[in-house]
């Protein structure tokens, strides 16, 4: 182990990357540049990004694709083996409690918040050599690169990111001149990070249930309670919610707060870390949970919006974890990708056995799904952003729409790129057991699978009507995708008129809840399908994503018989095409497209 550290910490040391296999063994991903070989992420950015934008940002791409592909890589296998340690006390006895992390960690934390500033770069210039905040598609292109090395700690870094957006738009001035420069400081020695306690032992989708209770007490609030899972334990600055004594029950009666993990006098404020989770994923990122014994925290916006305030910070990480899931995904495509195009078996390498193509499309088509639904997501927030009131209710229905789908697949497509490598596959200095403990958490934090799914059908496509802001914005693309075929472009008409009816329905009709998530898959399907035939139609742009939109008409929204074989001549054509190396023009495919 000391051998590790020393290697993490020096910053020299790295195997030369292994380019091929040994005596029979696939390679792995070790040594590729996560960006230069990912063409759909190219095509993507240069249609919603400015060119000017493009090209400043272009080199940082491949800088960490390729850091990516190498040392974060790395430093995230080693990470992963040594869990941060939880030490309650201090030698003399005092509740001094601290977390010790491996040199592999601290290092990654210096790539993320000392050089990328991921933490900052939505909120000030100075990021990457920008003069102004980068836009969304910008940063999450950047997490999406991050993250297909190193997942745990991509939670401090956005936590960090969406606490800042949160005290920026809520707090008062002097929280803010308080919290704000040592938030948004590049400089990780004296940076504060944050993170975002809700959860309760009484409830974690019930937010309303939150027991913690805040007093007024000589003029300051003081909380008292536990919290049960709190990630990023450690943070320097806390957002969380508790009831001020008197306030109503449910989530009406919940403050958001601001905890500093130190007071203005560099003493300890009174809460504790009591131990941390032993948990199944995530494992390089410290979760614990937290006793408030009188904590002093300050009161962000007004005490009975607590809860809404804190919805903001939401939707910001299920954007996020969508992003991931599509980092993990692609993760998942490259290792399988690059297995198949060498593993033997039978004389033959292994990619040429159709059934083993099969299983390499059920991995690709997931993850190229997810890559078009967050880069679309995260433009729709840039326009938000820039006051479209459209672009806000467009993205409202595709932040849980995305959370929900891509976290999902990505168990899947977790266990699919494991089978792939074989045996290989299931141990632990592969990545594959990594992506397999880390897909899960997805389905967890930030609201269930269920949650999602009831958000959007209830909330986002019932109370708020948004659905017809993405239903405006895919006929929009439809309309302007004029080199896909008419007939293609018409099937793709119909089957989002479909999903939105039968979005419309449950949400109509309580007692239809049962079917939130076919809904809410069907929604999501139908706009992936639109967006990669728009993709498709673009000058430029690798047209194979056109080719995914079938794919995903005849096995996501079309009926299947599982009684008959499956004899899609075209479907065998499309899958040599997919799976070759070659880009094609959306002439080239159109017979495959009617
Ligand atoms: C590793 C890890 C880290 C975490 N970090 C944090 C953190 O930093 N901060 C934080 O606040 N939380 C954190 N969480 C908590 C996480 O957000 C919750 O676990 C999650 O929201 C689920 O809440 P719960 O555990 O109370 O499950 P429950 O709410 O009890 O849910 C149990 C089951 O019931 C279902 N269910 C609940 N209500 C409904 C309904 N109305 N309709 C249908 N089904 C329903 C759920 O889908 C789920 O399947 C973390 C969790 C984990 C595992």
Request: glycine share 8%.
């Amino acid at each position: 182990m000391d051998a590790l550290i020393a290697r993490a910490s020096s910053g020299e040391g790295l195997a030369p990357a292994p380019r091929r296999g040994a005596d029979h063994i696939a390679p792995d991903c070790a040594g590729q540049n996560f960006y230069a070989i990912d063409r759909g992420l190219r095509d993507l950015l240069k249609l919603h990004l400015t060119p000017d934008d493009f090209s400043r940002l272009e080199p940082h791409f491949d800088r960490l694709g390729a850091l990516a592909g190498g040392r974060l890589d790395e430093l995230a296998r080693i990470a992963d083996r040594h869990p941060p340690v939880l030490q309650p006390r201090d030698r003399f006895g005092r509740d001094e409690d601290w977390i010790d992390y491996h040199a592999s960690y601290r290092e990654m934390e210096q790539i993320a918040f000392g050089d990328f500033q991921f933490h900052a770069m939505s909120h000030r210039g100075g990021a990457l050599g920008m003069d102004r905040p980068l836009p969304a598609v910008a940063k999450y292109a950047l997490q999406y690169l991050f993250v297909q090395a190193e997942f745990g700690l991509m939670c401090p870094i956005s936590v960090t990111d969406t606490s800042i957006h949160l005290i920026r738009k809520f707090a008062d001035a002097e929280l803010k001149e308080y919290l704000l420069p040592k938030m948004l400081s590049a400089d990780i020695a004296t940076q504060w990070k944050g993170t975002q306690f809700m959860t309760e032992r009484a409830g974690g989708s019930d937010v309303g249930a939150i027991e913690t209770v805040a007093r007024q007490q000589d003029g300051a609030w003081r909380l008292y309670g536990d919290k049960w899972f709190c990630s990023h334990a450690d943070a320097d600055v806390a957002l969380l919610l508790a009831r001020p004594e008197g306030a109503p029950a449910g989530t009406k009666g919940l403050a958001l707060f601001a905890l500093p993990r130190r007071l203005k006098d560099g003493s300890r404020n009174a809460y504790r870390i009591v131990r941390l989770k032993d948990k199944l994923g995530t494992r390089s990122m410290a979760s614990g949970e937290i006793a408030l014994e009188g904590a002093l925290a300050y009161l962000v916006g007004r005490p009975d919006q607590g809860f809404k305030q804190m919805m903001e910070q939401v939707n910001l990480s299920r954007l996020s974890h969508g992003v991931r899931a599509a980092a993990m995904m692609r993760r998942c495509v490259n290792e399988a990708m690059t297995c198949a195009r060498t593993r033997q078996a039978f004389g033959k390498t292994i990619i040429d056995y159709p059934l083993l193509r099969r299983q390499l499309l059920k991995i690709a088509l997931p993850a190229e799904q997810s890559l078009s639904m967050f880069l679309f997501a995260a433009h729709a927030m840039d326009r938000a952003n820039a006051g479209n009131k459209d672009a806000e209710s467009l993205l409202r229905v595709l932040t849980p729409l995305l959370k929900f789908r891509a976290c999902r697949d990505n168990i899947p497509v977790a266990t699919g790129a494991m089978e792939v490598r074989g045996g290989n596959g299931y141990i632990e200095e592969w990545v594959q057991p990594r992506l397999v403990r880390d897909a899960h958490i997805g389905v967890l934090w930030e609201g269930t699978s269920n949650i999602n799914a009831l958000d959007i059908v209830i909330r986002a496509v019932g109370k708020s009507r948004a659905h017809q802001a993405l239903e405006t914005a895919l006929v929009k693309l439809l309309d302007a995708a004029t080199l896909a075929p008419a007939v293609f472009r018409d099937r793709l008409r119909q089957a989002l008129g479909r999903a939105l009816r039968f979005a419309e329905q449950v949400a109509a009709e309580p007692a239809r809840e049962d079917n939130a998530r076919k809904a809410a898959s069907a929604l999501y399907h139908v706009a992936s399908a639109v967006l990669m035939t728009w993709e498709a139609a673009q000058p430029g742009t690798d047209a194979r994503r056109a080719l995914y939109s079938r794919l995903i008409l005849e096995h996501r929204l079309g009926a299947q018989d599982p009684l008959a074989p499956d004899e899609n001549e075209w479907e065998r054509e499309a899958t040599e095409i997919l799976l070759s190396e070659r880009s094609v023009s959306i002439a080239e495919i159109a017979g495959l497209l009617v």
